[in-house]
């Protein structure tokens, strides 16, 4: 890891305008968690994922949340390309179908923050009033507390699932072998850790507010490192500081499949032509 090696450097100036942007996504989405960890450890302030593009948006920082906020439209538009098309998960089988699925979900997310993004760059707000206010809205339709109890199930599914990726590191598959050494291993392993912890906080703290049917209840990544304290908040934002380095390396050298151009634009013709 002490240079770039000279066949990444040929390989990636081939790549697509697309999947440089993709990469940039990742790179992006490393940066915010790498400034939520340093915020947390250098001032003790706690951030969410939005609260880090807002504080970006100040100086020279706009420049980079512009990147950021192509890189992100890039990579949700591959997921979203990646269920659509099974790029990384082909096939029709139950596992396929499983992760196809939860690539779909986490291009909208990516997507769903790349507007916020947007929002801020343009209006200096993203828009919302938060996971109190969402939570506040669901829970005014009809079957509000059902809903926010799925979500926080999915939640809580999702950090338990960040935990196996943790114990089992499948992401080294997707790396290119020069950085696939356990330095990377163990980035992974923390830093995706510290990621399943957030993501079960939330999780609970939006299970609380569904059986108390009450939105302050809720919280989002800010309100659960809220939750921690001493010893335990720094460890956890150290390991969002580490998953955000090997997110960095993830853009950088993770092999990141062509998107079937082709193929889209037939089924957009067929969709037209039907």
């Known amino acids: 890891m002490s240079s770039f090696p000279a066949g990444k450097v040929s390989e990636l100036s081939h790549e697509s305008r697309f999947l440089s942007l993709c990469r940039m996504g990742f790179i992006g989405r490393g940066l915010l968690y790498i400034l939520i960890g340093v915020l947390v ?4 302030r706690t951030e969410d994922l939005t609260g880090a593009l807002q504080y970006l948006n100040e100086g020279s920082g706009r420049l980079l949340l512009m990147g950021i906020t192509a890189g992100l439209t890039a990579y949700g538009l591959w997921r979203l390309a990646d269920a659509a098309f099974g790029i990384e998960h082909p096939g029709s089988d139950n596992s396929a179908l499983r992760k196809r699925v939860a690539a779909g979900v986490i291009g909208f997310i990516y997507l769903y923050l790349s507007y916020k993004a947007l929002r801020i760059l343009l209006a200096g707000s993203p828009g919302d009033g ?3 206010q969402q939570a506040d809205t669901v829970l005014d339709l009809p079957g509000g507390g059902l809903i926010l ?8 599914g999702a950090g338990l699932n960040q935990l ?11 790396l290119d072998q020069v950085v696939a ?6 980035l992974g392993r923390i ?14 703290l939006i299970a609380q507010a569904a059986l108390d049917g009450r939105s302050t209840e809720a919280g989002g990544m800010e309100q659960a490192l809220d939750l921690l304290s001493g010893p335990m ?9 580490l998953f955000g380095v090997f997110s960095v390396i993830q853009g950088l050298f993770r092999d990141i ?3 079937p151009i082709d193929e889209m634009k037939q089924d957009v013709r067929d969709t037209i032509g039907g």
Request: contains cysteine; charged residues 10%; positive net charge.
């Open 41 to 44: 450890l250098g001032t003790g």
């Open 130 to 132: 938060g996971a109190q």
């Open 149 to 156: 109890g799925i979500a926080a199930l999915i939640l809580i």
């Open 164 to 174: 196996w990726i943790a114990a089992k590191c499948p992401f080294l598959r997707t």
């Open 181 to 186: 050494v356990p330095l990377v291993k163990w």
């Open 191 to 204: 830093g995706h850790a510290a990621r399943g912890v957030i993501f079960i906080l939330v999780g609970l």
């Open 233 to 241: 908040l720094y460890a956890v934002a150290a390991g969002l500081i």
């Open 257 to 259: 499949k062509e998107p």
